[in-house]
């Protein structure tokens, strides 16, 4: 299974002690490696895990690849970030859409169900996802 990761999905990969640490380490054996990403959701995992090394380490490895380049899709960002301001949606969110439409057939990682089921790749499909199971 081919796999776009979000911020939420790294948190709980590299911190023993997060809620969904379990589900993700299981998840990443069943996915095919390389996991894409973008920069700013290395950003703001870097911010959550107060550590850069352990973000780039999963990038050194391997694990991740940066796959998007926001500089060369600013107008539809801006179209998305306008869609969705009703949601506060941050960047690295509107990225992992864009990404989805770039790359159909992956699954988007996220502990962040509650934003991805509203989000819409395309304007009207929804992005498959891979989240943990509900309590």
């Not at 299974?1 to 640490?21: P, Y």
């Not at 995992?45 to 352990?54: D, I, K, M, V």
């Not at 790359?103 to 990682?109: A, E, K, L, M, R």
């Amino acid at each position: 299974m081919k796999a776009i990761v979000d911020t939420s999905f790294i948190v709980a990969f590299s911190n023993r002690n997060d809620q969904f640490h379990r589900w993700a380490v299981d998840l990443a054996r069943e996915l095919d490696a390389p996991f894409l990403t973008c920069e700013s959701v290395l950003s703001e995992a870097a911010f959550h895990l107060t550590s850069s090394e352990a973000v780039l380490d999963l990038v050194a490895t391997g694990m991740l690849k940066i796959a998007f380049e926001s500089s060369r899709h600013i107008e539809e960002l801006r179209a998305l970030a306008s869609r969705y301001s009703d949601r506060d949606s941050d960047l690295a969110d509107l990225c992992l859409i864009r990404m989805s439409e770039l790359y159909p057939h992956h699954f988007v990682v996220t502990v962040d169900e509650e934003d991805f089921r509203v989000y819409r790749r395309n304007k009207r499909e929804t992005i498959p996802l891979l989240c943990p199971p509900r309590k």
